[in-house]
Each structure stands twice: as structure tokens, then as C-alpha cells.
């Protein structure tokens, strides 16, 4: 089961930070904000991992891996998988799912990927919007509440 999605902007700054369920008490936002700060470091370097294998190589492989925007598993603890996919704006998206409840730990890759390509549609949507700044925060409630959905629904 997914626990908390972020929209990390290019200067890794929170764009957005949305959880399941109804808990909205301090220490469970911070919790969130906290895992979703210690996968930017692992992003940033399998980001700079990648591009270091691009440089050097330059066969259609590479062009291939390049636009693939998904990075997979980032690392693990003992309650929690975090995962990444990077837009071509770089713009990062982390997933965090639990891995102590029964759902959370069969999750297969295919349903993250699915679900965090589905999350930068609903991204690209908010963002799309006239009235939205680039780079600020999304404050937008159908977008909370299409994360939700996704997150339930999917993951």
C-alpha cells in the first residue's frame, strides 16, 4: 500500500506532498516530508549515475535509457520502499509504499511504473492550468484528490 507521492521541483523543493488517509497530524507529515528528503539523495545520484553512462556511451542502448523516466527502487528500510521516475523538466516524482503490510510487499514494478506514469499525467494536467505558477506549490484540490485516488486504487 502506498503511504505518501511527491512532486519534487528542480531545485528540490517540494512541490507537493500527499499521503493516504485522514491522518494529518504533525508527526505524520513530517515523517512523510522526512522519507521523501532522504530518497532526493539517492535520486541525485542515480541521476548523475545515469548521465555519467550516457556520456560515455553513445549506442542506441543509451539513447533508449535516457528516455526511460522511471528509476525504479531507490532503496528500502525495514517498513517503507521508495521509488522514482524523473520527467524530461526534471522534475522528480517518489513514491513511497509500506512494506510491512501484506499488499505492500509483493508490490510488482510494473504497478509502480504504471502508477507513477499515471501520477505525471495528473501532473502535467495541474500544471496546465492558466492560473498555476510554474514552480509553485500545487495547491489544486482535484489533484489531491485524483492522487488519492490513485493511490488507493492502483497501489
Known amino acids: 500500500m502506498a503511504v505518501c507521492v511527491a512532486v519534487i521541483g528542480k531545485d528540490n523543493a517540494p512541490l507537493y506532498i500527499g499521503g493516504t488517509g485522514n491522518d494529518t497530524s504533525t508527526d505524520n507529515e513530517l515523517s512523510r516530508q522526512w522519507l521523501v528528503h532522504t530518497a532526493l539523495d539517492a535520486l541525485e545520484e542515480r541521476l548523475a549515475s545515469t548521465n ?12 533508449t535509457e535516457l528516455r526511460d523516466l522511471y528509476l525504479g527502487l531507490l532503496y528500502s528500510t525495514d517498513t517503507h520502499k521508495i521509488y522514482g521516475y ?3 523538466t526534471r522534475i522528480k516524482l517518489v513514491l513511497v509504499t509500506s512494506s510491512t503490510s501484506p499488499s505492500g510487499s509483493n508490490i510488482r514494478d510494473a504497478e509502480v511504473r ?4 499515471r501520477l505525471h499525467a495528473l501532473y502535467a494536467d495541474a500544471i496546465c492550468n492558466p492560473f498555476h505558477l510554474p514552480g509553485d506549490q500545487i495547491t489544486s484540490t482535484k489533484f489531491d484528490k485524483q492522487v488519492k485516488s490513485l493511490i488507493m486504487n492502483n497501489v
Do not use: E
Request: hydrophobic share 25%.
Open 52 to 63: 555519467n553512462s550516457n556520456i560515455n556511451s553513445s549506442t542506441n542502448a543509451s539513447r
Open 86 to 88: 524523473v520527467t524530461n
Open 114 to 117: 504504471t502508477a507513477l506514469r
